[in-house]
Nanobody, 125 residues
Framework: QVQLVVSGGGTVHAGDSLTLSCGTSQGTFTNYAMGWYRQAPGKERVLVGAIGLKDDDTYYSDSVKDRFTISRDKTKGGVYLQMNNLRPEDTAVYSC??????????????????WGQGTQVTVAS
């Protein structure tokens, strides 16, 4: 079974940019809604943003709105999380999920169809 792979994490300084990738080398998830989540130490996992089957059907949390952008890789069927003007409070383990229904992905805690393992993003002051 094809699984989601998350990559692109690392350590950056405040104000820097970073792009995360979620998907596989195969175009498996072109018909799924995709969501990005993060979990900071000692806190619960929260939704960062999500994208539906339509490219302009996107959702973002208030904490990342106007700084983060979700886009699809139509060639590979995955999704990117473009993060600009990073802040120390963005430090967390970032993960992604795929689900057939965008509403379920955004408004519930699962279960979702697929999960990708997390990648650490650390933003230094």
């Amino acid at each position: 079974q094809v699984q989601l792979v998350v990559s692109g994490g690392g350590t950056v300084h405040a104000g820097d940019s970073l792009t995360l990738s979620c998907g596989t080398s195969q175009g498996t998830f072109t018909n799924y809604a995709m969501g990005w989540y993060r979990q900071a130490p000692g806190k619960e996992r929260v939704l960062v943003g999500a994208i539906g089957l339509k490219d302009d059907d996107t959702y973002y949390s208030d904490s990342v709105k106007d700084r983060f952008t979700i886009s699809r890789d139509k060639t590979k069927g995955g999704v990117y999380l473009q993060m600009n003007n990073l802040r120390p409070e963005d430090t967390a383990v970032y993960s992604c999920a795929a689900h057939r229904n965008l509403h379920v992905l955004v408004t519930t805690r699962g279960p979702y169809d697929y999960w990708g393992q997390g990648t650490q993003v650390t933003v230094a002051s």
